[in-house]
């Protein structure tokens, strides 16, 4: 697997996770933090300048989900 493939598959897992949970990945549960550290480290990369120009585009609409779901009350 190629590491385009690789991005691809986590972004894709990530989007999932939070169309059907409806929330960001949490710190304080341990089988979500191989997602949040992928956005961590994917935010940290996009804001040096150094992602690759075709994840730009998606990156940044996985950041507006994120922000539609930031600190969203989940059992409302």
């Known amino acids: 697997?190629?590491?385009e493939e690789r991005w691809n598959v986590r972004y894709q897992e990530?989007?999932?996770f939070m169309e059907k949970n409806h929330r960001n990945p949490s710190r304080h549960r341990l089988e979500e933090h191989?997602?949040?550290n992928w956005l961590k480290?994917?935010?940290k990369v996009m804001n040096a300048g150094l992602l690759k120009a075709e994840r730009v585009e998606p990156f940044?609409?996985?950041l507006g989900l994120i922000e539609k779901?930031?600190?969203l009350n989940q059992y409302i």
């Open 60 to 62: 940044k609409q996985l």
């Open 41 to 43: 480290a994917n935010r």
């Open 69 to 71: 779901y930031k600190r």
């Open 14 to 16: 990530v989007m999932d």
């Open 34 to 36: 191989d997602m949040l």
């Open 1 to 3: 697997m190629t590491q």
